[in-house]
């Protein structure tokens, strides 16, 4: 995966670890190495165990000014240049649970307003972690993940499933689609075809996992992939 993140901090990739081990009753760190090496039963686990160490915070509009920013500066200079095309590719890295792409898509649809149905608009949330992007996908969602949303906002995008559950409206869940995607494959010799022509890139709390040599190149990788203008 090339973590970096627990380098100084042994104790809390130990705690991460042995909450794996003890989920598969597992009782010596040798015994788990060897399942980790065991074909595909050790290819789950390491998804498992990426799961585990990767760092999952994330709630709706989270930073404002960069949604403020993408509101009345970035989404009008893009409509502009793309007003011919009618055709918008937006890439959230590191999504976790699906708020951040959602954020984006609920700020385009209220940009946009009724032309949004003349615009190909294709949002793609990308995170190493299987049991967030499973979470992303059902797009559910308790208090926590609202807490900067006043009542009134939330009633507007979220349908109520209960007390302390609620779910994006379908307008805005139809506007992302979620991939598995570890971002240091752009660093590999044959990067996916696919991570290319992007107008607006959101990659933040990423770049903290890896070394600082890593993060550079991944910067120029990512630069390279936006498209024109």
């Known amino acids: 995966t090339g973590h970096h993140f627990y380098e100084d901090k042994p104790a809390l990739l130990r705690e991460r670890v042995q909450e794996r081990m003890r989920a598969r009753a597992i009782p010596s760190a040798a015994a788990y190495a060897r399942l980790l090496a065991s074909g595909e039963a050790g290819e789950l686990e390491w998804r498992a165990l990426e799961d585990a160490v990767t760092i999952g915070e994330t709630y709706f509009f989270r930073y404002p000014e960069h949604f403020e920013a993408l509101r009345t500066d970035l989404l009008p200079q893009l409509l502009r240049l793309r007003a011919e095309t009618r055709g918008l590719r937006i890439w959230s890295i590191g999504c976790s649970t699906g708020a951040e792409p959602y954020s984006i898509a609920i700020v385009l649809r209220e940009t946009l307003g009724a032309a949004v149905e003349d615009w190909r608009v294709a949002i793609t949330g990308g995170d190493i972690s299987e049991a967030a992007l499973a979470r992303a996908r059902k797009a559910e969602y308790g208090p926590w993940a609202l807490r900067t949303l006043p009542p009134a906002t939330i009633d507007l995008y979220f349908d109520r499933l209960g007390e302390r559950r609620f779910r994006l409206k379908a307008p805005f869940r139809g506007m992302v689609r979620f991939e598995r995607q570890n971002i240091l494959d752009l660093l590999s010799p044959a990067p996916p075809l696919q991570w290319t022509g992007y107008d607006l890139i959101f990659c933040r ?19 390279s992939r936006l498209a024109d203008g």
């Open 205 to 223: 709390n990423v770049l903290i996992y890896f070394t600082p040599a890593q993060s550079r190149r991944l910067v120029d990788a990512l630069r």
